[in-house]
């Protein structure tokens, strides 16, 4: 079983694949089951993907865990070490983003390009979502885990997603509900969304960057997106029509084109 310690954590991950290494980071309380959709990644890189400390099957410290932003940019940087790649490419989603810009900015020698998904990098330009949507975030006693689970995702697809593929839906809230997320972690998360913003700092990163965003994107609007890629030296756009917060699987084949052209066939682009 592929786990390793890393800064006060046990951190479990997988590759499949081969070719130019691509990490993905997955966004909020979310682990490595989050990326089903994107399989056909497998192809053309070796896909690196893993559950982040507090997560799934990634533990951490009970006494005092380290569950800053930086502790999970560090994981990145041990799983790097672990399986000995010098340089790879990043792909972060929603608070995933938020990582690969704190790790994008940590360690740029360690980042080959990085690709940011529904995300924002926070700061007083940051499009919040409709009030009910924030408050979904917040875990309220009056709801089981599993409807709190429900309440939070199902915002995350577009009204016809849900209707026509509700299966879908339900699988991505059952995979949410069958792997454990930490107390400790889903506040430590939470708060770092609400406080993120690197917005100052995006002229640092010089890295190649594909911005992706789903012009009905309620969680994150497509606005923050926008940007993202107006403020990044180096980066390019690309938005998916009727795709949501969720386009990774929602949109999932379109969404893969967009990395492996990106990646692989950049004249493509």
């Known amino acids: ?16 694949g081969s070719g130019a290494p691509l990490v ?5 309380a979310s682990g490595l089951w989050s990326w089903f959709g994107q399989k056909d990644l497998e192809k053309d890189l070796q896909v690196i993907s893993y ?3 507090g997560i799934g099957r990634s533990r951490s410290e009970k006494n005092a865990p380290d569950l800053s932003l930086d502790s999970f940019a560090g994981d990145v ?4 070490d672990e399986l000995a790649i010098e340089k790879a490419s990043v792909l972060g989603t ?9 790790f994008a900015l940590r360690f740029p020698e360690r980042v080959d390009k990085l690709i940011l998904a529904c995300t924002t990098a926070g700061g007083r330009e940051h499009v919040s979502p409709d009030i009910e949507i924030l408050r979904s975030f917040t875990r309220n006693p009056e709801y089981t885990v599993g409807e709190q689970i429900r309440r939070f995702f ?22 949410r509900e069958e792997n454990e997320v ?10 770092t969304a609400f406080a993120f913003d690197v917005s100052a700092q995006l002229g640092h990163i010089n890295h190649e960057a594909l911005v992706i965003t789903g012009d009905r ?45 990106f990646l692989v066939t950049t004249d493509n682009l």
């Open 1 to 16: 079983m592929p786990i390793f310690n890393a800064a006060g954590a046990e951190i479990y991950y997988e590759t499949a």
């Open 24 to 28: 993905l980071i997955p966004g909020f």
């Open 51 to 53: 559950d982040p400390r």
């Open 77 to 80: 940087l041990h799983i790097l």
């Open 94 to 102: 929603s608070f995933g983003g938020f990582v690969a810009l704190a």
């Open 154 to 175: 199902r915002p995350a697809f577009t009204e016809e997603f849900n209707r026509e593929q509700a299966e879908i839906v339900e699988k991505v809230c059952r995979l």
């Open 182 to 191: 930490d107390e400790e972690t889903y506040v430590a998360q939470l708060r």
């Open 217 to 261: 994107d309620n969680l994150v609007p497509m606005q923050n997106s926008q940007n993202l890629a107006a403020k990044l030296p180096n980066a390019t756009l690309r938005v998916i029509k009727d795709g949501s917060h969720m386009i990774f699987v929602e949109n999932a084949m379109e969404f893969n084109k967009l990395v492996v052209d």
